[in-house]
C-alpha cells in the first residue's frame, strides 16, 4: 500500500527499521523452511471487535479476518500469544497491534505487558482512539501504553477534517471529541511519546494534496503535528462492494507526483528498499516521506506476519497471498 508520512524535522525517527537495510533470514515453522524478510513485522489483532464501521475497513473483505472466531477466553488467548512470542523470538519480528478496536479490549494491558516482558519492539499501535484514555485497574490505557514501552506511532484514525465527515466514514459509537484528541496528543507530549494522525484517503472525503495540507493543520491545532496518509488496501474484485468500494480510491502515486512538481516541496534523498522507493521532501517545517510500493520482490520471500484473534499465525507475502502457519 503507497503511503505519505508528514513529521517534524529534525525529530527523531519513529521507525523501528532501516526500509533501505535488509536481509533475508531462513526460519523453520512448523517442519518447513521460509525465506522472510528482515525488517519482518507481527500483526497482533487484540480482538475482531470494533466501535466504529468504516466503509473501507479491509476486514469486511479479507478472508482470513472473516474466518477467524476470536478466542473469547483471555486466559486462553493469552497463553496462546505467549508461545507465538516465545516461538517468533529468533525472528524478532517489530510488533503492530491493531483490532477490531484494541483500545476497547480488557486484554489490551495484559497484551502489552507480555510483549513488553520479550522486549520486542513496537512499530505501530492502530486505534480509533476511543479508548486511549480509559481507565482499566486504575490507570488510562495511555498510561498502560506508556508503562510497556508502546511509546511511538500510536495511529489514531481520523479520516477527515470535521468530526461531522469523520463521523459519516467511521460511523464510531462513542466518537472522540477534538477537546479528547487534544487530551491525548498532551499526554503524549508530557510523556515522550509520539502519536500521529492516520487517514486513509478516499474520493468523496480527503483525495488531493491541498485537503491532505489542511489535514496536518488542523491537527497539529489540536497537538498532532505528524500525519501518515494511505489509500484503501486494494481489494479481491469477486468480493461484493468491490464496485462501491473501488469508486472511493485514491492513487497515492499521483499525490507524490504532485509533490514533485510543486514547488514549496524541496527533494532531499530516496531510499531504496526491498519493498519500497521512499522519496524524502522538506515542505516548511516538515519532511515529507512518500512510500511507493515496488511491485519487484520475490513473491516467496514471507513480508509480515498476523496474530489473528482465533490464535493462527499466518504469513502475508509480497503479492498479498497468506497462508496459515501456525494453528
Ligand atoms: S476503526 Fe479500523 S477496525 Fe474499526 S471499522 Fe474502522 S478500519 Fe475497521
Known amino acids: 500500500m503507497n503511503t505519505i508520512k508528514f513529521e517534524p524535522v529534525g525529530r527523531p525517527k519513529t521507525e523501528t527499521h532501516d526500509v533501505g537495510k535488509y536481509t533475508i533470514k531462513k526460519m523453520e515453522i512448523a517442519g518447513q523452511m521460509y525465506d522472510i524478510y528482515s525488517n519482518v513485522g507481527l500483526t497482533i ?14 476486514n469486511k473483505y479479507e478472508n482470513n ?18 508461545y507465538i ?3 517468533l523470538k529468533p525472528l524478532n519480528p517489530s510488533i503492530m497491534i ?8 480488557k486484554r489490551l494491558p ?10 520486542y519492539k513496537i512499530r505501530s499501535f492502530s486505534t480509533n482512539g476511543t479508548g486511549l484514555l480509559d481507565i482499566v485497574d486504575g490507570k488510562s490505557i495511555l498510561e498502560h501504553m506508556h508503562e510497556n514501552g508502546f511509546l511511538n506511532n500510536i495511529n489514531i484514525s481520523r479520516h477527515a477534517i ?19 484528541i487534544s487530551e491525548i496528543a498532551e499526554f503524549c507530549n508530557a510523556h515522550n511519546m509520539r502519536a500521529r494522525m492516520g487517514c486513509t484517503l478516499q474520493k468523496s472525503f480527503m483525495s488531493n494534496l491541498d485537503q491532505m495540507l489542511q489535514y496536518c493543520q488542523h491537527y497539529e491545532q489540536l497537538g498532532i503535528d505528524t500525519v501518515i496518509f494511505r489509500e484503501p488496501v486494494p481489494i479481491d474484485p469477486e468480493k461484493d462492494g468491490y464496485w ?34 521512499v522519496k524524502h521532501f522538506y515542505y516548511r517545517d516538515k519532511l515529507v516521506k512518500c512510500y511507493l510500493e515496488k511491485n519487484t520482490a520475490n513473491p516467496e520471500i514471507i513480508r509480515d506476519l498476523i496474530f489473528y484473534a482465533d490464535g493462527r499465525l499466518v504469513n502475508t507475502n509480497w503479492n498479498d497471498v497468506s497462508k496459515t502457519l501456525l494453528f
Do not use: W
Not at 479476518?65 to 505467549?82: G, T, V, W
Not at 491493531?98 to 479490549?105: I, L, M
Not at 470535521?162 to 479528547?180: A, H
Open 162 to 180: 470535521s468530526p461531522e465527515d469523520n463521523y459519516r466514514i467511521m460511523k464510531t459509537k462513542g466518537d472522540l471529541t477534538e477537546k479528547q
Open 110 to 119: 495484559e497484551i502489552m505487558k507480555l510483549i513488553h516482558k520479550y522486549g
Open 45 to 58: 489483532y487484540v480482538t475482531n471487535a470494533c466501535n466504529s464501521d468504516c466503509s473501507f475497513c479491509m
Open 65 to 82: 479476518f472473516l474466518c477467524s472466531e476470536e478466542i473469547m477466553d483471555d486466559e486462553k488467548y493469552l497463553k496462546r500469544l505467549d
Open 244 to 277: 462501491n468500494y473501488q469508486e472511493q480510491f485514491v492513487d497515492i502515486s499521483k499525490i507524490c507526483h504532485a509533490i514533485e512538481h510543486r514547488s514549496a516541496f524541496l527533494y532531499a534523498y530516496t531510499i531504496n528498499g526491498l519493498y519500497y522507493n
Open 85 to 87: 512470542l516465545q516461538y
Open 98 to 105: 491493531t483490532g477490531g478496536e484494541p483500545t476497547k479490549s
